[in-house]
């Protein structure tokens, strides 16, 4: 069991980073778009967008309900994370204050997530504006988050010191493989299968809203004579087109369309 | 009453339905959505009773027949029923090879990563059907929901294009695709006029504006259909004889000709409209629509660059005098045929710039989405007209008495110009300038609502559409208005709504004799020139005639 556990704990911390890894890229790797910009962009909207990071300020400005929950999810995911990185660190440097602000990081993030997945899983299934419009899945990755912030809880009860989470980090890193208690043992487990599951998700959606707002919303850059995005552009008005409208001549490029 | 309902004649084979759950919009036959006018958002002050505001004309028995209209009973394209079941099935299997050209980098490079990424990354939290005008007007009718679509189009992707892996079989797949379902999606995509105020409220950077205009991409490029006013009438028209209101470099010159007459009938001084002048400083590219339907924007502008001095130019070459591009809401290739022409006329007259006169959708286009098509020499300078107007009146090159324009004013924020294109504060500065009795609407900028004429919808006249318009897409703007007017609402009193853009007074025009607002409250409404022209000092008589036309 340790061995199996510190495997699949190595291996889903590689599967989870190298396919966002992979999503990010294909991301970059899209054709320059035409210009699609929404106004306005300057360095206030940036810092709005800052705030909006944050504490997801547009949720609570324009649906305060929502973002009751909705919120201390998320809070409760990069809580956890932070949890595990201080779990390393204390591992590594053992410090009293270190182990301090690590059981306080980890109990608000559990409680944190616990509170909104189960606030999400009732909202999502009782607002008639939702509800339509959630499928099996988003109820599955619900459930999924409330087993495992209820699952860091129970383990965090049974063993307040978190002697064990230190104790496993400190071996993990080591290659030696080290026998934890039950109740850690099935929320490290729920751990990795929940970040080999994310991939699947949308999750990545924290990162790519940032590509979203660069590379499209506030994406004003003009083109300049002889500049980057006049050689991309040519490159692509090279690409050949395969619709069929009567108006288009299929199997020619979309410069042989255009220019005519 | 019920509007929009089939004539007694048609018997709907299913049970009739209205919208419960995403499923249903694919199931055949069933009217997907049938509103009463009490449920529509309420209106003020003098246009509270909906009884005495027109209804949505019911469409004849024999459009039933034809078309699939069961999404509202409202028809904007016209899509025909096919005959037999073979031909539907064709009908579907194009669509859906249309679709993965939609997802394909090569067949759509133009908007693939928005696309791609509003597909991908929404969370359906309905943060944005707050800010959507055509939704709430509706009385909150589920179809019209900014998310709606996105939604169809995405379950039709994992059952379709997706197909079968393991968590497949957790996503929502319990429909077939039907005939019904692709043509209402066809129709569905012209009932949002691409304002993007969703967009613009969305934390994650999604644009289910922009879904919209990809599904009538995908009709019109891979199966040919979009409403005749925007193709057949519309882009093709422009392309073959030089503007959609079928207006030939000749018949250009004469109504020029006219408009220079107007002016000396107007002002007593003789203004010439300069034509195809090689070298000018400016081409002046305007909406010719304008030129017929509203004249007097032209006129304004010709007095203005006169007395200003400013070297400029119309072109009468084929593709050179109008400024609209309609491709920008339903087809790329469209799009860049006509940006690629206008600028070619501009480096054939070797002008300096090019200045787009005051139609948002023509500002969006050419200065905006077709920039990066503009490759080498074609990447010729482009401005507003609204900024050459401030950079003229900051000069102190016309003198004004902001006192002849006395009157209250409101600003119409047109949604190409403000939030897809960032000129918030000019028009407002100049307004504040020379309009003493200047107000705000609530919300205005970029935060603005659609005139509901957006992406098109001014100029669909299709059977029953200008209905469903006026009385939904229109009908935010219209509180907006009288809102903003409440406190002089009396028709003794003169009042303007100065609205920059040619298609967003095409709607007001139409908006306001629909609930016949001129009659009821004497609001006028027309261009940001005029009302400049209207402030010269020197004028002998007002420049603005309070005459509905």
Not at chain 1, 3 to 23: E, P, T, V
Not at chain 2, 253 to 263: G, Q, S, Y
């Amino acid at each position: 069991m340790a061995i199996f556990l510190g495997f699949l704990s190595w291996f889903s911390y590689f599967f989870i980073i190298f396919l966002y890894a992979l999503k990010i890229a294909r991301y970059l790797r899209m054709p320059v778009n035409l210009r699609w910009e929404l106004y306005p962009l300057g360095f206030k909207e940036k810092l709005k967008f800052l705030g909006e990071y944050l504490i997801f300020s547009e949720y609570f400005k324009r649906k305060k309900t929502y973002w009751l929950f909705l919120y201390p999810w998320h809070v409760g995911f990069v809580g956890l994370i932070l949890f595990h990185l201080l779990c390393f660190l204390s591992a590594l440097f053992g410090r009293e204050a270190l182990f301090r602000i690590t059981a306080l990081v980890g109990i608000i993030s559990f409680l944190s997530g616990l509170f909104g997945g189960i606030g999400l899983f009732i909202k999502r299934l009782k607002d008639q504006d939702l509800r339509p419009y959630t499928s099996f899945t988003h109820f599955f990755t619900y459930v999924f988050t409330i087993l495992l912030f209820s699952s860091g809880l129970l383990a965090y009860f049974l063993e307040p010191s978190l002697e064990g989470y230190r104790r496993f980090w400190e071996r993990l890193l080591r290659f030696d493989f080290v026998k934890v208690s039950d109740g850690l043992a099935f929320h490290l487990l729920i751990f990795s299968l929940f970040l080999m599951y994310l991939p699947f998700t949308s999750s990545v959606h924290y990162l790519t809203k940032i590509l979203g707002f660069f590379l499209i919303r506030w994406d004003n850059k003009p083109m300049r004579k002889g500049g980057r995005i006049e050689k991309l552009m040519e490159r692509q008005l090279q690409r050949k087109i395969s619709w069929s409208g009567p108006h288009l001549q299929q199997g020619s490029s979309w410069k042989e369309n255009v220019f005519f | 009453m019920e509007w929009a309902s089939p004539p007694t004649g048609i018997k709907l084979e299913g049970e009739r339905l209205f919208l419960m759950k995403i499923e249903d919009f694919f199931k055949e036959d069933p009217l997907l959505c049938s509103i009463k006018k009490e449920e529509l958002l309420e209106l003020p002050f003098p246009f509270e009773d909906p009884k005495e505001i027109p209804g949505i004309r019911s469409l004849e028995e024999g459009k039933w027949r034809e078309f699939e209209v069961s999404l509202d009973g409202v028809m904007a394209i016209g899509i025909s029923k096919p005959k037999t079941e073979k031909e539907k099935r064709e009908f579907i299997n194009r669509f859906l090879s249309g679709l993965r050209k939609l997802l394909s980098e090569d067949d759509n490079w133009t908007f693939f990563r928005p696309l791609f990424h509003s597909l991908e990354y929404c969370q359906r939290c309905q943060l944005c059907s707050e800010a959507c005008p055509i939704y709430l007007a509706s009385g909150r009718k589920e179809i019209y929901r900014p998310t709606f679509r996105g939604e169809i189009l995405r379950r039709i992707i994992e059952k379709y294009l997706k197909g079968k892996g393991f968590f497949s079989k957790f996503k929502p797949n319990d429909f077939e695709l039907t005939f019904s379902a692709v043509a209402r999606l066809g129709e569905l995509s012209y009932r949002c006029t691409l304002c993007r105020k969703c967009a613009q409220v969305c934390p994650l950077g999604v644009d289910n504006a922009l879904i919209a205009r990809e599904i009538r991409k995908l009709f019109s490029q891979e199966l040919g259909i979009a409403p005749k006013e925007l193709h057949e009438l519309g882009t093709m028209k422009h392309l073959k004889i030089g503007s959609p209101t079928g207006i030939t470099p000749q018949a250009l010159k004469d109504l020029v000709r006219f408009i220079e007459e107007d002016i000396e009938e107007r002002t007593g001084e003789r203004v010439k409209i300069p034509m195809d002048k090689e070298g000018a400083e400016v081409l002046f590219l305007h909406n010719t629509g304008e030129f017929l339907s509203f004249p007097e924007n032209l006129e304004a502008f010709a007095i203005i660059f006169h007395r200003s001095r400013i070297d400029w130019t119309l072109s009468s070459e084929l593709m050179g005098y109008d400024a609209v591009n309609y491709g920008l809401w339903y087809d790329d290739v469209q799009l860049m045929r006509i940006a690629l022409k206008q600028v070619e006329i501009a480096k054939t007259l070797k002008v300096k710039r090019i200045v787009l006169g005051e139609c948002g959708h023509a500002h969006k286009a050419l200065l905006g989405v077709a920039d990066r098509i503009l490759l080498k020499e074609l990447n010729i300078p482009r401005e507003s007209a609204l900024i050459l107007i401030e950079k003229i009146l900051r000069e102190g090159k016309i003198r004004l008495d902001p006192r002849r324009n006395d009157f209250p004013v409101t600003l119409h924020d047109p949604c190409g110009i403000v939030r897809q294109m960032g000129i918030v504060e000019v028009p407002r500065r100049i307004l504040r300038r020379i309009c003493p009795n200047f107000r705000e609407m609530n919300p205005c900028g970029v935060e603005n609502y659609c005139c509901g004429g957006g992406s098109g919808f001014a100029v669909i006249r299709s059977a029953n559409f200008p209905d469903w318009r006026n009385l939904i897409a229109g009908r935010m703007k219209l509180k907006q208005i009288v809102e903003v007017f409440q406190d002089v609402i009396s028709p003794d009193i003169n009042k303007y709504v100065c609205a920059p853009c040619s298609n967003c007074k095409a709607q007001i025009r139409d908006l306001f004799s629909f609930y016949k607002v001129w009659e009821k409250c004497r609001i006028f409404y027309g261009g940001l020139a005029e009302l400049v022209v209207n402030a010269m000092a020197d004028l002998k008589r007002p420049f603005i005639e309070w005459e509905w036309r």
